[in-house]
């Protein structure tokens, strides 16, 4: 009797937390349908009707709530779908719209890591492509300022540049620069009429940029015939060369030799139509040819350039046609009339534009250089000439096979380039 009482007592103390579950259960239900979130209202409403099948309207709701499950899955499938084709266009705010109406599901954790991460990231990326776009643009228009010699745009479109383009942007500008200062000089030292130095500075300027703003090949010229009275000290130095070119020899008479007036027009196109054809070597020595005899051809130095930088984006090495040794043969002919600045700037042109006989020609520039240092009294402040002639003779000897034409230049030459190691 006493186990029976026992027992009894024992389900009514039950009945009340029994109750209070599933009224609990049925509470949090209802908070879930109202917030939206059918997923945990159908997993509480069952979870209620587990615990009583008859609990109020609990199984029904049961029932109705994971049929809504079903269709808001589907939904949100459509959802994530249509989110997914908004992110890959780039319409992120779209995208982002789609997946915040994904409260539940599988497609859940995917969806907010769109929303988090993937998005953000994306975001992010558009606007340094975009930034990346605008610098290229502004690239582009500081460069084609520069090679008009617009240098006041110019300075304003490299020096605001970021990304990619900084780096060639401070290039750029550091030629500016280093152009500016050296015409300035040449322009000082022109004013107190030490025409050497000023030829020798407006020089610098040109191995810069040759067509640069102010003519400077043509102050160059101008310096020299004011200099040509001046009377320069022998130094013990022997006559470079009779004033005349020397005769015609091996291994210089390949570029020496006389030759015929360039036609600048009907030379220009030839070295269009070698380049459409692909054959570069010859466009790239056409071009070098019409320079020698117009030095400030804007089409011909932009072929150059632009076929060096494809030639560099491609990985390819491009080396001028014998075209181009019309430019050679006219800085080593003003070398041997001792119009060194001049015979410097055309053999640089050479060089710059691939040509094929790189030994010979930085031969003859180093020996311009060592000559206006000798003959200048080998002064401390020309000590740069003697490190540069050193430069170019070193140069001149990493090319396999080449040997100095000693027969045609001083002794001091000859043995100064053998010296250098």
């Given amino acids: 009797m006493k186990k029976t009482l026992f027992i009894f007592a024992l389900i009514l103390a039950t009945v009340p937390a029994f109750a209070s579950k599933k009224d609990d259960l049925y509470k949090a239900a209802q908070a879930a349908a109202g917030q939206g979130n059918v997923q945990e209202a159908a997993r509480l409403y069952c979870a209620a ?24 899955n589907r939904r949100n499938d459509d959802r994530f779908a249509d989110g997914v084709k908004a992110f890959n266009s780039g319409d992120f705010e779209t995208a982002a719209q789609k997946f915040n109406n994904i409260k539940s599901g599988p497609h859940l954790a995917d969806a907010q890591a769109y929303i988090n991460s993937k998005i953000p990231q994306a975001k992010a990326a558009a606007a340094n492509a975009s930034n990346d776009s605008a610098m290229s643009a502004k690239f582009d228009q ?27 942007a401070q290039t750029y500008l550091q030629k500016i620069k280093n152009y500016e200062q050296a015409y300035a000089e040449g322009d000082r030292l022109a004013d107190a009429k030490n025409y050497k130095g000023a030829a020798s500075a407006y020089s610098e300027a040109a191995s810069v ?17 004011l200099a040509q009275g001046a009377v320069v000290a022998n130094n013990n130095l022997p006559p470079v060369v009779n004033h005349n070119p020397p005769p015609v020899g091996r291994p210089i008479a390949a570029v020496v030799e006389s030759r015929p007036k360039v036609d600048v027009s009907a030379t220009l196109r030839d070295a269009e139509n070698a380049r459409k054809k692909g054959d570069l070597s010859k466009a790239i020595g056409l071009y070098q040819k019409v320079l020698s005899a117009d030095s400030s051809n804007a089409q011909a130095r932009n072929g150059i350039e632009e076929m060096k930088k494809e030639a560099e984006a491609s990985n390819k090495t491009i080396v001028a046609g014998s075209e181009a040794d019309f430019m050679l043969a006219k800085g080593i002919n003003e070398f041997y009339r001792q119009d060194f600045e001049s015979a410097e700037t055309h053999i640089r042109d050479y060089l710059d534009g691939a040509g094929a006989k790189a030994g010979l020609a930085n031969f003859y520039l180093g020996a311009s250089k060592l000559t206006r240092y000798i003959l200048g009294g080998q002064q401390q402040n ?10 170019n003779f070193r140069s001149a000897k990493k090319v396999q096979g080449f040997a100095p034409p000693e027969k045609f230049v001083s002794p001091k030459i000859v043995k100064k380039f053998q010296e250098t190691t």
């Fill in 49 to 72: 009707a587990q615990e009583d099948a008859s609990y109020k309207d609990a199984q029904q709701n049961c029932n109705i709530m994971a049929q809504e499950v079903a269709r808001e």
């Fill in 142 to 168: 500081g460069v084609a300022a520069y090679q008009r010699n617009d240098f006041g745009f110019a300075k304003a479109a490299f020096g605001g540049i970021t990304g990619k383009h900084q780096s060639d």
């Fill in 209 to 225: 940029k040759p067509d640069g703003p102010n003519d400077p090949r043509g102050r160059i010229s101008q310096m020299n015939q």
């Fill in 382 to 391: 020309d000590h740069k000439l003697l490190v540069q002639a050193e430069d």
